[in-house]
Structure formats: structure tokens, C-alpha cells
């Protein structure tokens, strides 16, 4: 079946610190890879996304790339803000399944000045 | 200008009633969808509606009825709540890989 596995959170970075967070995925096909941002009591936001291997996706300072060899789309941002706290969904869809979204757990992110 | 709208934003009620969750979306969408997250984080898909017609439907409990009159509305009916359908369910519309999401309504079963 399809999975999606991030790293568990909480993070919690300082302000300017650099942020990555893991995602890899299992697909039974090419999936399409996203990230969503989930602030304190919101809906979930497209923060990226990314079609096909090597495509980068970028959003707000964050940057994604879909890494085929790797299955993995990790999130990364040079320098975070405290307005980034949020929770944070790695997700994958693959054609032909109605674009159903299949997400990963989520990770916390705690940005502190 | 609100993409996609749910109601109530909050609902709290006893285990064994019944309640339904409203959600409606103005982006011309064909296709919408409800997820339910878990005091975890965690979201999993439940159902998709394709102009009006049902396309997904993820080993959720008949107790869990969706319905679209039309394609901009999908409606959450849930019969004979249980403690464990306490969660956020969240609709979203989308078309191609983008999905678009409401505020969510945080279903609370006492």
C-alpha cells in the first residue's frame, strides 16, 4: 500500500536556525508529493508540491525536492521565523485514486526567539 | 470569499445521537472529500464525492453517512455517535492533485 513516514516532532528551533524535516514515502505508482502547514486551530494550507522526480517545490521560503532514488521529499528552510510554528503533513496522491491525499503524521514545529 | 466553509465550527453531544457536519465549497470544484484527524494529528480520508457521486469510501462505519446535493456541498451525517468519534473532520474540494481544505469542526462525543 501507500505510506508516508515524517520525523516525529516536536521541533523546536530558535529563530534564523535552519529547518529540516524528514519525509519518505512507499507508492504502488509516481505519486505527486506535497507538504501542508497546519496552524494552531486552522484547516490545513498547501504549502508545496512537486509532480514528478527532481522537481522542487518552493513556497514562503521552504523547499521541498521529490528525490525518486530516495523516495523522500523532505522540508527545509534556511531561516525560520516564529510565525512558522505550526504542524507540519508530508502527504502523497497518486493518479487515478481521485486524488485522494494520503498524509504522514505530522510534525510539530516550535519556533522560539 | 471563504473557498471552502464548514458548520458548526464546534459541536458537542452525547454518545447515541445523531448530528450532521455541513461543508460547501464556491471554487467550482468537481470533486470534495472528508478527512477526519485524530487527537494525534492524524488525518485519513473517509469519503469523495465526484459531481455527486461517491468515489472513495475508506472502511468507515455505515454509522457515517455522506451526502452531496449538489457539487458544491457535502454534507457528514453520523448516526448513533460513539466516545470514539471524537476528532477534527475536515472537507476539502480539489481538482488534479491540489486540495483545498475548511477550517475543520471538532466533533467532541460526551
Known amino acids: 500500500g501507500n505510506s508516508v513516514t515524517q520525523m516525529e516532532g516536536p521541533v523546536t528551533l530558535s529563530e534564523e536556525a535552519f529547518l529540516t524535516i524528514n519525509c519518505t514515502y512507499t507508492?504502488?505508482?509516481?505519486?505527486?508529493l506535497f507538504w501542508y502547514v497546519q496552524y494552531p486551530g486552522e484547516g490545513l494550507q498547501l504549502l508545496l508540491k512537486?509532480?514528478?522526480?527532481?522537481d522542487k517545490g518552493s513556497n514562503k521560503g521552504f523547499e521541498a525536492t521529490y528525490r525518486k532514488e530516495t523516495t523522500s521529499f523532505h522540508l527545509e528552510k534556511g531561516s525560520v521565523q516564529v510565525s512558522d510554528s505550526a504542524v507540519y503533513f508530508c502527504a502523497l496522491s497518486l493518479l487515478g485514486t481521485a486524488s485522494k491525499l494520503t498524509f504522514g503524521t505530522g510534525t510539530r514545529l516550535q519556533v522560539t526567539l | 470569499d471563504t473557498a471552502v466553509s464548514q458548520t458548526p465550527k464546534y459541536l458537542v453531544t452525547q454518545m447515541g445521537n445523531d448530528k450532521s457536519i455541513k461543508c460547501e465549497q464556491n471554487l467550482g470544484h468537481d470533486t470534495m472529500y472528508w478527512y477526519k484527524q485524530d487527537s494525534k494529528k492524524f488525518l485519513k480520508i473517509m469519503f469523495s464525492?465526484?459531481?455527486?457521486?461517491?468515489?472513495i469510501n475508506e472502511t468507515v462505519p455505515n454509522r457515517f453517512s455522506p451526502k452531496s446535493p449538489d457539487k458544491a456541498h457535502l454534507n457528514l451525517h453520523i448516526n448513533s455517535l460513539e466516545l470514539g468519534d471524537s476528532a477534527v473532520y475536515f472537507c476539502?474540494?480539489?481538482?488534479?492533485?491540489?486540495?483545498?481544505f475548511g477550517p475543520g469542526t471538532r466533533l467532541t462525543v460526551t
Open positions: 512537486a509532480t514528478k522526480a527532481d
Open positions: 507508492a504502488t505508482g509516481y505519486p505527486s
Open positions: 464525492y465526484n459531481n455527486k457521486e461517491l468515489i
Open positions: 476539502a474540494s480539489g481538482y488534479s492533485y491540489e486540495q483545498y
